[in-house]
């Protein structure tokens, strides 16, 4: 909620001109599920806000989180028919179950199970047999064909040809999604991170930008 469309034109007028944003899924239940601290609603203004505020974007979708039925996989896919004209990609991944992640942790609370003989993060099926690797193959497929038909981009729009400069910035992450591999360990990772305000993001975008101009 804090990414209003007034703070994401300072965003846009201090130099910055990509996010990426971890979505992760178009239904609600999923991103309540997820431990996700906003709406579809939400969700959807945002990517409007930043369309129309110059800053090109992408949105993650992760596809076959447990709980994810065929109408959970079916909002997801509207969602992104609403929402692919404003952005620049789409990143889409089946679900990989982590070491070290909540879900892996708590597996049989998940229902999740692994292939016999596959100690892999992708290998895993739930133990209703609805959520399996071919199922989330299948779904991700289709992800991709809607994207292929129907993406549209003007990439050239975002091309800068000057210093190349780039901040990995997690804004206001807690590790609280139960499939992030820190999960559980916010004090420890906390210790390693900076933790900046709006007001304080704008500050430091405007140094870099007063030095270097536009950047990318």
């Known amino acids: 909620e804090e990414l ?7 965003l846009r007028q201090v130099g910055c001109l990509n996010l990426s944003y971890g979505l992760e899924s178009g239904s ?3 991103l309540k599920l997820m431990n996700k601290n906003y709406d579809v ?3 959807e203004r945002v990517i409007r806000d930043t369309y129309e505020s110059g800053i090109g974007f992408s949105f993650n979708i992760i596809i076959g989180f447990p709980g994810e039925t065929e109408l959970e996989f079916q909002e997801t896919l509207n969602f992104i028919k609403r929402n692919i004209v404003y952005t620049g990609s ?3 991944n089946p ?4 070491r070290g992640s909540e879900l892996y942790k708590n597996r049989k609370e998940w229902g999740i199970e692994f292939a016999q003989g596959l100690n892999s993060d992708l290998f895993w099926y739930t133990v209703d047999s609805l959520n399996n690797y071919e199922e989330r193959l299948r779904r991700l497929n289709i992800c991709k064909n809607l994207i292929g038909d129907k993406f549209k981009t003007d990439i050239d729009k975002f091309q800068i040809n000057k210093k190349f400069f780039n901040w990995h910035l997690h804004y206001g992450c807690n590790y609280r999604c139960p ?4 999960q559980g ?3 420890e990772m906390a210790k390693f991170n900076r933790y900046l305000s709006p007001e304080e993001w704008l500050v430091h975008w405007q140094r870099v930008y007063d030095k270097y101009g536009s950047i990318r």
């Open 185 to 187: 360990r916010w004090q």
């Open 179 to 182: 499939y992030c591999q820190f």
């Open 95 to 98: 679900l990989y179950v982590q």
């Open 90 to 92: 789409v990143p889409l």
């Open 4 to 10: 209003t469309r007034e703070f994401l034109n300072k």
């Open 41 to 43: 609603k939400i969700a």
């Open 28 to 30: 609600d239940k999923i």
